[in-house]
C-alpha cells in the first residue's frame, strides 16, 4: 500500500507495537510519514518490524525493548523518546494481555492485581510520562480498550474488568487535559484477527469453529485487521481534531443485533 503524508514528522509513542494492533499502528503511521518510537518485550519481533518499515517509509521507527509492568522501563520509553525527536504528538497505548477464559473461582486476587498492572497501570504510567511532552504540542493519546468493556465476556471478569477501567481512565483523562488542548480517546476493538487471537483459537477443542464462530460475531461476517485498526488510530490522530473522550467501538458490528444468549443450563467445560 503507498505511503501518505497524514502524520508527517509527528512523532508517536506506539505501545505493545512488535505485533498485532500495535503492529498495525506502526505500519500505518510510518507509511504516513510518522516518526514512531514503539515498545514490546518481543526484541525478535520489534527489531524485523523496525527493519522492514525503515526500509520502506516515508516514515521511520524505532524499536525499544520494553515490560511494561516495569514503571522505570516505561519512562525510559518517553525519555529516549524525546531525547531523539524532541517531541511526542500522539501516545497510543496498546500493550496488555488477556488471561485464559475460567469463571472467578479460579481466578486470584494476585492473577487480578497482576493484570491491572499490565492492562491499566501501564497505560496510566505511559500517560503519566507523557503529557509534560504532549501538552507542549496539544498532542494527543489513544487507548485501546475492547468492546467487551460495553458487552462483558464470558470467562474474563478481570480483563473485563480493566478494560472498563482504560474507558473511563480516557473520559477522565481527557477532561483534565482539555485545558492543555491535549485530546485523549479511546477505541475498542471486537474480533480483530490478531497473534492473541490465532493462539487461543489453536487452544479451543474445535479451531475451526472457533475462528467461523470469532468471524460468525460480527455482522460483517469476518475478523477486523491490524490494518483497520491502524487507520482509525491514525484517523483519531490526524482528523478527529474536534475528538476528545470519545470510545470508538472497531466491532464489525458485533454489539448489534439478538443473538443465541442463553445461559441456563449449560454444562461441561464452556471455558475451553
Known sequence: MEGGS????????ITGGSKGIGEGCVRVFVRNGAKVVFCARGEKEGKALEEEVNKTGPGESLFLKCDVSKE?????????TVEKFG?????????GTHP???????FSGEDFRNLLNINVVNYFLFSKF???????????????????????QLGAVTYVSTKGAITSMCRALAIDEAKYEVRVNSFSPGNIWTPLWAAGAASSSDEKATIEGGKNAQLLGRFGTIEEAGQLCLFLAAEATFCTGLDIPLSGG???????????????NIYG
Open 6 to 13: 497524514r502524520y508527517k514528522d509527528k512523532v508517536a509513542i
Open 72 to 80: 522505570d522501563e516505561i519512562k525510559n520509553v518517553v525519555d529516549i
Open 87 to 95: 517531541r511526542i504528538d500522539c501516545l497510543i497505548n496498546n500493550a
Open 100 to 106: 485464559s477464559h475460567k469463571p472467578i473461582d479460579d
Open 130 to 152: 507523557a503529557l509534560p511532552e504532549l501538552r507542549k504540542v496539544k498532542g494527543n493519546i489513544i487507548m485501546d480498550s475492547s468492546l467487551v468493556a460495553q458487552i462483558g
Open 254 to 268: 458485533a454489539e448489534l443485533n439478538y443473538g443465541n444468549k442463553n445461559r441456563l443450563g449449560t454444562g461441561g
